[in-house]
């Protein structure tokens, strides 16, 4: 007599599942969990589960607060907190320790502090400057430790160079895209520190390129309802035309690019933009206009280093 063995479906677990188990927690309470502590209130669990594959992808914990997430431009962004950057940066078997170098005025000011980031398959070590009248907030930390937040800054810009780690914002720059970590709420942040109006924020939701204080968003959006508007840049390698029009306001970016003084900042910024922002905004013509105008810029500032 033969028998039959039933043959039973096993559904593979989800993402949300597997982390969940991992410290003994149901699906549901897990969401949940995640929702109160390291997100803005109204996110779906399609943001969690967004944000849990960002995560898992850099090996840190959603649960503690070496990271946090919010929604954007129909995705989700992920934001990493100074413990989040030792965290990625201890955790890397080439990881070989960092040092920083602060500079400061005649008066005993901090001006800037250099990062360097020493890997044990490199020859030479990742020196990334950050300034402080570049980055400077007008927040309660950056009030109160001032040079505590540019070390802060230039470590994690050093990690993110040295490592190339491309899918991550610090909270400077998750604040700067409406999130603020501290209050786990979407807000807009005027130069001034001051909560910007519902208009802005929507505004900015939009096209986080889009600096608050220069102009009106009234300006911005006449601006970008204009179809097609060509503009020529100078770059090194002679004039590139460029095409602005309503959903790529890319005279944004290049007064952005042109705004810099020195080549560190620029260079971090545009590492950032071209891995994480600029492919859902502009296309592949597009971008190789913006890296080329941005490498001339870098060039320049080079040599105005050298010089100096």
Known sequence: MSEETALVEVKPKSLTEIMAAEVNLDREVYVKTIKKTVMP???????????????RD??????SD????????????????????????????NFDGWEHEDKFDEKGNLVSVTAVIRRRDHSAPTKITEYMDECKRNTDPWKQFPKRMLRHKAFSQGVRMAFGISNALDQDEARDMGYDSENREMVVINPEGEQADPLQLAAAQVNDQVEIGETS???????????????????????????VDAETPMDLVI????????????????ALKKELEWPKQFSSDQIADLEELANGKLDELRTEEVAK
């Not at 209130?41 to 995560?55: C, I, R, Y």
């Not at 946090?68 to 078997?93: C, E, I, T, Y």
């Not at 300006?219 to 097609?228: L, N």
């Open 41 to 55: 209130n109204g996110v779906t669990d399609e943001d969690v589960a967004a944000f849990l594959v960002l995560a």
């Open 58 to 63: 850099l090996g840190l914990n959603p649960l």
């Open 66 to 93: 070496e990271t946090h997430a919010f929604p954007s431009k129909g995705g989700v962004k992920l934001m990493v907190g100074v413990d989040g950057w030792v965290s990625l940066a201890q955790r890397n078997k």
């Open 217 to 243: 968003f009234e300006e911005e959006m006449e601006k970008a309802k204009v179809e097609k508007v060509s503009k020529v840049v100078e770059t090194k390698k002679g004039p590139v035309a460029v095409e």
């Open 255 to 270: 007064k952005k690019i042109n705004s810099y003084k020195t080549p560190g900042p620029l260079q971090s910024y545009l």
